[in-house]
Nanobody, 119 residues
Framework: QVQLVESGGGSVQAGGSLRLSCAASGFAYSSHCMAWFRQVPGKGRERVAEINNYGVARYADSAKGRFTISKDNAWNLYLQMSSLKPEDTAMYYC??????????????WGQGTQVTVSS
């Protein structure tokens, strides 16, 4: 059973930085994809960035140049966010596909960590 626990959210002023962490455990296979999503009330969930076990990372246009996704050998996932904008305010979720390297769908989700950016 995969477990994902996010941390690192908080309140920051525009232009500031935050680093989100996702402590992951329970992966049975080495092939996987992990991602960060975000959601604001009343809107759909937006994929922010993803990375698979080969280290191939992709970003939403809104995140390119400002956010960096990474993971370590202990299955933990990170999102370094810089030059934050008020529109980055959202609940951020860690997601994992434990069944393979595809990032098309995810079978595990964390509980989320709130990021609030003030102007």
């Amino acid at each position: 059973q995969v477990q994902l626990v996010e941390s690192g959210g908080g309140s920051v002023q525009a232009g500031g930085s935050l680093r989100l962490s996702c402590a992951a455990s329970g992966f049975a296979y080495s092939s996987h994809c992990m991602a960060w999503f975000r959601q604001v009330p009343g809107k759909g969930r937006e994929r922010v960035a993803e990375i698979n076990n080969y280290g191939v990372a992709r970003y939403a246009d809104s995140a390119k140049g400002r956010f960096t996704i990474s993971k370590d050998n202990a299955w933990n996932l990170y999102l370094q966010m810089s030059s934050l904008k008020p529109e980055d305010t959202a609940m951020y979720y860690c997601a994992a596909n434990s069944r393979g390297s595809s990032c098309a769908a995810f079978n595990y989700w964390g509980q989320g960590t709130q990021v609030t950016v003030s102007s």
